[in-house]
Nanobody, 126 residues
């Protein structure tokens, strides 16, 4: 497993944007596919986006497609989640996740992730 630390959350007005970051330590970041999940109060954790080891492929939850973009910079051991046109219903604790993958271009299934960060809170006001 890998240690993950999220940052970039905060309070934003509806229609605004935020960029979340997730940093890891060590020299094996490029061995991991990365993802973002979120959990709102009283709801189950849900998938937001995932990206392959080499950054060439990504997948998104239908609910956020077109409003979010996941990216990574392996040289910085960091994955990002750019969120635009935020809505109050996007308010949640956002988690970074990782899974070691054999193939560099593969995007994992949502249930495969096995390392999790502590989360960063995103609050969208109306």
């Amino acid at each position: 497993q890998v240690h993950l630390v999220e940052s970039g959350g905060g309070l934003v007005q509806a229609g605004g944007s935020l960029r979340l970051s997730c940093a890891t330590s060590g020299r094996t970041f490029s061995s991991y596919a990365m993802g973002w999940f979120r959990q709102a109060p009283g709801k189950e954790r849900e998938f937001v986006a995932g990206i392959s080891r080499n950054g060439d492929n990504a997948n998104y939850a239908d609910s956020m497609k077109g409003r979010v973009a996941i990216s990574r910079v392996n040289a910085k051991n960091t994955v990002y989640l750019q969120m635009n046109s935020l809505k109050p219903e996007d308010t949640a604790l956002y988690y970074c996740a990782a899974i070691r993958m054999l193939f560099e271009a593969a995007v994992p299934a949502r249930s495969e992730y096995d390392s999790w960060g502590q989360g960063t809170q995103v609050t969208v006001s109306s």
